[in-house]
T-cell receptor, first 112, second 112 residues
Framework: SQQGEEDPQALSIQEGENATMNCSYK?????LQWYRQNSGRGLVHLILIRSNEREKHSGRLRVTLDTSKKSSSLLITASRAADTASYFC????????????FGQGTTLQVKP | IAGITQAPTSQILAAGRRMTLRCTQD?????MYWYRQDLGLGLRLIHYSNTAGTTGKGEVPDGYSVSRANTDDFPLTLASAVPSQTSVYFCASSDQDRGSYTFGSGTRLTVV
């Protein structure tokens, strides 16, 4: 069963705009992570936010976590064509520590 | 360059044949994982190993086996391939103190 569900499934924006992707999950977590996957490639870790954190920044990325709503969002500011990729949230559940459960991903297209 | 190496990159396999997907890491990570990625289903955990000498079952272990004889290698074996095992297979590893995963580039397997 999938722990995380991303929304939207697909997103198309113009270069320079901000992109927001959301993730909902079902059970208590230790941390939530976001990964990026370019077409035909492996996943690359972007950012990890722990269950006791509410917001985290890394460059143009901003991640929020609301444990009461069991949801997270990933914001990419000032998007670039090179940000075109699929983005996945993954949860490290409290009941099964260390083994990430991935959502189905959001496909982001940034048009130049 | 530190990371994970998967082999082969792609393979077409006749149903009923045995196949081993290779995975090697040079980061001395304790934990290793095998996922399969299918369109619309995201990544699903097949098997994992928390440390050399131990393995465990993930969400979709049937038809697959793994071994972890040493820290660096984590091969995945399909004893008798079936068409439903057509997928892209990703190996990953993690330093459990950091929590994030490093992924290989994947093996695209087609069972005909």
């Amino acid at each position: 069963s999938q722990q995380g569900e991303e929304d939207p499934q697909a997103l198309s924006i113009q270069e320079g705009e901000n992109a927001t992707m959301n993730c909902s999950y079902k059970t208590s977590i230790n941390n939530l992570q976001w990964y990026r996957q370019n077409s035909g490639r492996g996943l690359v870790h972007l950012i990890l936010i722990r269950s006791n954190e509410r917001e985290k920044h890394s460059g143009r990325l901003r991640v929020t976590l609301d444990t009461s709503k069991k949801s997270s969002s990933l914001l990419i500011t000032a998007s670039r064509a090179a940000d075109t990729a699929s983005y996945f949230c993954a949860t490290d559940r409290s009941s099964n520590t260390g083994k990430l459960i991935f959502g189905q991903g959001t496909t982001l297209q940034v048009k130049p | 360059i530190a990371g994970i190496t998967q082999a082969p990159t792609s393979q077409i396999l006749a149903a009923g044949r045995r196949m081993t997907l290779r995975c090697t890491q040079d980061m001395r990570h304790n934990a290793m994982y095998w996922y399969r990625q299918d369109l619309g289903l995201g990544l699903r955990l097949i098997h994992y190993s928390n440390t050399a000498g131990t393995t465990g079952k993930g969400e979709v272990p049937d038809g697959y086996s793994v071994s972890r004889a040493n820290t660096d290698d984590f091969p995945l074996t399909l004893a008798s391939a079936v068409p439903s095992q057509t997928s892209v297979y990703f190996c990953a590893s993690s330093d459990q103190d950091r929590g994030s995963y490093t992924f290989g580039s994947g093996t695209r397997l087609t069972v005909v």
